[in-house]
């Protein structure tokens, strides 16, 4: 299925997944979708593999970790961060390198001091390799770190590879003649 990109989140200068000056990072892109989700992109490098050709666990939970946290700037215009209390994987499929890593994360459920989210990395053919879900605590982010902005490079960094859609899910079943199958 696609989704149309509604805008992009910033990126910063060090963080391990989405700081795009950090040696080791993911260097990760966010792209906020229709739907209220938050869809994040990037290409895995041989240093973030477990098994050959096999994206590691650890890294697979931080990018869910890190793309459902982040969906909560979504409704808070970036005022609001969160703050992961609890954390959960189910591994499904390996994740492999060869190729971009989709992860897509959202809200389902929001009080006034927590929210809770859930979050798939996608294959290319769209099925579910890994499931994440989490409990976070909504916090500014002056009171998470001492966070200049500036110092930080937190902003958005447009490049002429920005998606205006993205693939979100399983391929549409086409019938004979090429079109949607209806089973």
Request: glycine content about 12%; some cysteine; proline content about 5%.
């Amino acid at each position: 299925m696609k989704r149309t990109v509604k805008g992009k989140q910033q990126n910063s200068r060090m963080c391990f997944v989405c700081g795009l000056k950090n040696p080791a990072g993911l260097r990760a892109s966010f792209y906020e979708v229709d739907g209220g989700e938050l869809m994040a992109l990037f290409s895995a490098r041989d240093e973030h593999q477990s098994y050959p050709g096999r994206l590691h666990g650890g890294i697979c939970a931080t990018i869910l970790d890190e793309t459902i946290g982040r969906a909560i700037m979504i409704r808070s215009q970036g005022e609001v961060w969160g703050v992961t209390v609890e954390f959960t994987t189910r591994f499904k499929k390996p994740v492999p390198m060869d190729g971009p890593v989709r992860v897509i994360g959202r809200i389902v459920k929001e009080g006034s001091r927590i929210f809770e989210g859930t979050g798939e990395i996608l294959l290319a053919d769209g099925t579910v390799a890994v499931e994440g879900r989490g409990r976070y605590i909504k916090m500014p982010i002056e009171k998470i770190a001492d966070f200049d902005r500036d110092a930080q490079e937190w902003k958005v960094t447009a490049e002429d590879s920005d998606p205006v859609e993205l693939e979100a899910g399983p391929p549409l079943a086409k019938d004979a003649a090429g079109g949607p199958s209806s089973s």
